[in-house]
């Protein structure tokens, strides 16, 4: 069974202060490991996409990187407009119709 | 371009009464998926369509049907509701599987 395991719960930074958030994962054959960002009362937002270990992806001040059992988001000097819960999913190979399976997601809080 | 647009957004529903939620996308995407999201539980999947005309189980159908009789559209039923249908609902598409699209949700309470 694929799993996905997210931490922290929660992250409170203050502006300015870089961090990374953590995805590890189980899964029978990675085809795909993506990232979401949920403001509140909205749905997800697609951010990135790795395909193999070794990939990064970068969008503004958001890097995204992949191991063999692990992703993480790096936010580097991060603003208060970065506050949201950002989400990780993986896709199986030889799922034939893209479902993903979540990880319950990091709370982050970024202070003025 | 409105991407994926679900209705309503809120919904309140006696135990036992039906609805059906809409959801519509404009991407000409092939691959359509109904999650529920759950404090402390994650996005499961309900029921996905792999194109018009077809529809599937996924993790968590009790409770729930699906039709998929337009392309763009894809409408999540429930016959007769129960409070551990209490959940916020979201639309996906994706083209062919990968990268999904969500809508905005819609908060649902039974009571």
């Known amino acids: 069974e694929d799993q996905v395991t997210q931490s922290p719960e929660a992250l409170r930074l203050q502006e300015g202060e870089s961090s990374s958030l953590n995805c590890s994962y189980t899964?029978?054959?990675?085809?795909?490991l993506f990232w979401y960002r949920q403001d509140p009362g909205k749905g997800p937002e697609f951010l990135f996409t790795l395909y193999s270990a070794g990939e990064e992806k970068e969008k503004e001040r958001l890097k995204a990187t992949l191991t063999k059992k692990e992703s993480f988001l790096h936010i580097t000097a991060p603003k208060p407009e970065d506050s949201a819960t950002y989400l990780c999913?993986?896709?199986?190979?030889?799922?034939?119709?893209?479902?993903?399976?979540f990880g319950q997601g990091t709370i982050l809080t970024v202070h003025p | 371009n409105a991407g994926v647009t679900q209705t309503p957004k809120f919904r309140v529903l006696k135990t036992g009464q039906s609805m059906t939620l809409l959801c519509a996308q404009d991407?000409?995407?092939?691959?359509m998926y109904w999650y529920r999201q759950d404090p402390g539980m994650g996005l499961r999947l309900i029921h996905y369509?792999?194109?018009?005309?077809?529809?599937a189980k996924g993790e968590v159908p009790d409770g729930y049907n699906v039709s998929r009789l337009k392309k763009q559209n894809f409408l999540l039923g429930l016959e007769s509701a129960a409070p551990s249908q209490t959940s916020v609902y979201f639309c996906?598409?994706?083209?062919?599987?990968?990268?999904?699209?969500f809508g905005q949700g819609t908060r649902l309470t039974v009571v």
């Open positions: 999913a993986v896709q199986a190979r030889g799922t034939s119709y893209g479902k993903l399976t």
């Open positions: 996906a598409s994706s083209y062919r599987g990968f990268e999904a699209f």
């Open positions: 991407m000409n995407h092939e691959y």
């Open positions: 369509s792999v194109g018009e005309g077809t529809t």
């Open positions: 899964v029978s054959g990675l085809r795909g």
